[in-house]
């Protein structure tokens, strides 16, 4: 069971930033990104129900975020738009097979690595 995030790094703000999240062995009917940043609790970013598609995504994320998947690829990805310093966080992939709660990670199974993203004003 592996989820593997990338494309992190930093940037200025306005700036974009695409990660992806590659996964193998992961039975996952939703697949999700959160952040957490110094201090702070993790936060839901957003998330998509593999089958339907279905998109969710948290207020903070204010239409800039775009997340989406590719089955062939085993991929799922999260262009994000106009960054702003306050998107500065680890940023962690998230896979589980049944979630009620789509923005409680307690609920989630599997989880990457984490991928930096740091934004600058």
């Known amino acids: 069971v592996q989820l593997q995030a990338s494309g992190g790094g930093l940037v200025q703000a306005g700036a974009s930033l695409r990660l992806d999240c590659t996964w193998s062995?992961?039975?996952?009917?939703?697949m999700a990104w959160f952040r957490q940043a110094p201090g702070e609790d993790r936060e839901f970013v957003a998330a998509?129900?593999?089958?339907?598609?279905?998109?969710y995504y948290a207020d903070s994320t204010g239409g800039r975020f775009t997340i989406s998947r590719d089955n062939a690829k085993k991929t799922m990805s999260l262009q994000m738009n106009d960054l702003k310093p306050e998107d500065t966080a680890a940023y962690y992939c998230a896979a589980a097979g049944t979630v009620y709660t789509i923005t409680n990670g307690a609920e989630y199974n599997y989880w990457g690595q984490g991928t930096q993203v740091t934004v600058s004003s």
């Open positions: 062995r992961v039975s996952n009917d939703v």
């Open positions: 998509i129900r593999w089958t339907a598609g279905t998109t």
